[in-house]
């Protein structure tokens, strides 16, 4: 069965800083998607950004990209210029060819002013 | 179209009653699933359907929950007989069969 590990339950940030949040994965699968999401306090999960694992360059979407390493299975997420409205739980997830989301149990981000 | 919705978004029930959610997908979405997530911890996958068929249940789930999505629409989940334990967030996403997945805002139980 797929895994999904973060390893830092919570991490904090300075605001205008930068943080890069780890996540790892076992699969036996070539074919699988990667995805971030965020869950702010009391409110729906959302959509960071996703990676397919077939395209070897890294996603980035805006002040968020993400660092595959297809072969060590990692999937971190670089936050640039941190902002507060980031702070939120941040959750790893995976997905192969026909299955369901595998989360993480998700790291807390702290956005310092 | 105004993304995944789901209903009550409050549930507070006695233990022992049954309860009942639903959920309504993004339309053209053909994937539903439903997770449950308690405090502190990532979603756990419960159930999903491709169109109207249930493809995948989780061995954690009771034979207390049940679920259905008739005519590939709407989904509904059951609960029956809860209990203190099932206490959480119960959430549900849709998407196309091979993109990501929408949220919706979830439905948070309190079995009392």
């Known amino acids: 069965a797929q895994t999904v590990t973060q390893s830092q339950p919570e991490m904090s940030v300075q605001e205008a800083e930068t943080v890069t949040l780890s996540c790892t994965y076992d699969?036996?699968?070539?074919?699988?998607?990667l995805f971030w999401y965020k869950q702010p306090p009391s409110r729906q999960m959302i959509l960071v950004i996703r990676q397919e694992a077939y395209k070897q360059q890294n996603a980035t979407e805006n002040r968020f990209s993400v660092n595959f390493q297809k072969a060590a299975k990692s999937f971190s997420l670089k936050i640039s210029d941190s902002q507060l409205g980031d702070a939120a739980m941040y959750f790893c997830a995976y997905r192969g060819g026909n299955t369901p989301l595998v989360f993480g149990k998700g790291t807390r981000l702290s956005v310092i002013a | 179209d105004t993304g995944v919705s789901q209903d009550p978004r409050h549930k507070i029930t006695k233990r022992g009653q049954n309860v009942t959610f639903r959920c309504d997908p993004i339309s053209e979405h053909n994937r539903l699933y439903w997770y449950r997530q308690t405090l502190g911890q990532g979603p756990e996958f419960l159930t999903y359907?491709?169109?109207?068929?249930?493809?995948?249940k989780s061995r954690l789930l009771s034979d207390r929950f049940s679920a259905e999505r008739p005519k590939g629409s709407f989904s509904t989940l059951e609960i029956q007989r809860t209990e203190q334990g099932d206490s959480a967030m119960y959430l549900c996403a849709s998407s196309p069969v091979l993109r990501e997945a929408f949220f919706g805002q979830g439905t948070r139980l309190t079995v009392v």
């Open positions: 699969t036996s699968e070539s074919d699988y998607y």
């Open positions: 359907f491709q169109n109207e068929a249930q493809l995948e």
